[in-house]
T-cell receptor, first 111, second 111 residues
Framework: QKEVEQDPGPLSVPEGAIVSLNCTYS??????FMWYRQYSRKGPELLMY????GNKEDGRFTAQVDKSSKYISLFIRDSQPSDSATYLC???????????FGKGTKLTVNP | DAGVIQSPRHEVTEMGQEVTLRCKPI?????LFWYRQTMMRGLELLIY????????DSGMPEDRFSAKMPNASFSTLKIQPSEPRDSAVYFC?????????FGPGTRLTVL
């Protein structure tokens, strides 16, 4: 079983839709949870960083962590064509700086 | 790209040749990372440094790979000899305040 599982998609939605992206993980040692956005042929860009269970909101983006279920989500409200990218979840254990990434979900928002 | 300069941006070489990838972080940081991204394996940590000291090199594939950080503003990742399976995008990143930021990457093709 992989440490982090992420549905690769692709996911295609109309502009204005609410997008839900998810990752599951198997090791309860993961304590830090991040979402990165990666445009084609670019480096990953940090979107959200959370430590505890619960929700964190930043503009149109909401990150949700459920440690009891080992499940993390990223919601995008009012999606825009500029949101079209690959979204990667990344997890980190306490005491280490190593990020373990999901394979990424490719999102296309159609005008 | 989070104040990280990587060079070259693209590298095409032949099997057996030595390849050196370079990273120059511009802004202050506590950690420096080398990641590799492929379609098959996704984004994986190769090695990271803290205050120029290698902390975790468990992701370095084999002895053909080596990384150095002679000072806070420069790091290299060397592959000698290179093989076609080394073809990937190599990202350098920096970490501070529990967050990690990535450079634009070097796209390596080994023929």
């Amino acid at each position: 079983q992989k440490e982090v599982e992420q549905d690769p998609g692709p996911l295609s939605v109309p502009e204005g839709a609410i997008v839900s992206l998810n990752c599951t993980y198997s090791n309860s040692a993961f304590q830090y949870f991040m979402w990165y956005r990666q445009y084609s042929r670019k480096g990953p860009e940090l979107l959200m960083y959370t430590y505890s269970s619960g929700n964190k909101e930043d503009g149109r983006f909401t990150a949700q962590v459920d440690k009891s279920s080992k499940y993390i989500s990223l919601f995008i409200r009012d999606s825009q064509p500029s949101d079209s990218a690959t979204y990667l979840c990344a997890l980190r254990k306490g005491g280490s700086e190593k990020l373990v990434f999901g394979k990424g979900t490719k999102l296309t928002v159609n005008p | 790209d989070a104040g990280v300069i990587q060079s070259p941006r693209h590298e095409v070489t032949e099997m057996g040749q030595e390849v050196t990838l370079r990273c120059k972080p511009i802004s202050g940081h506590d950690y420096l990372f080398w990641y590799r991204q492929t379609m098959m394996r996704g984004l994986e940590l190769l090695i990271y440094f803290n205050n120029n000291v290698p902390i975790d090199d468990s992701g370095m594939p084999e002895d053909r790979f080596s990384a150095k950080m002679p000072n806070a503003s420069f790091s290299t990742l060397k592959i000698q000899p290179s093989e076609p399976r080394d073809s990937a995008v190599y990202f350098c990143g920096v970490g501070r305040d529990n967050e990690q930021f990535f450079g634009p990457g070097t796209r390596l093709t080994v023929l």
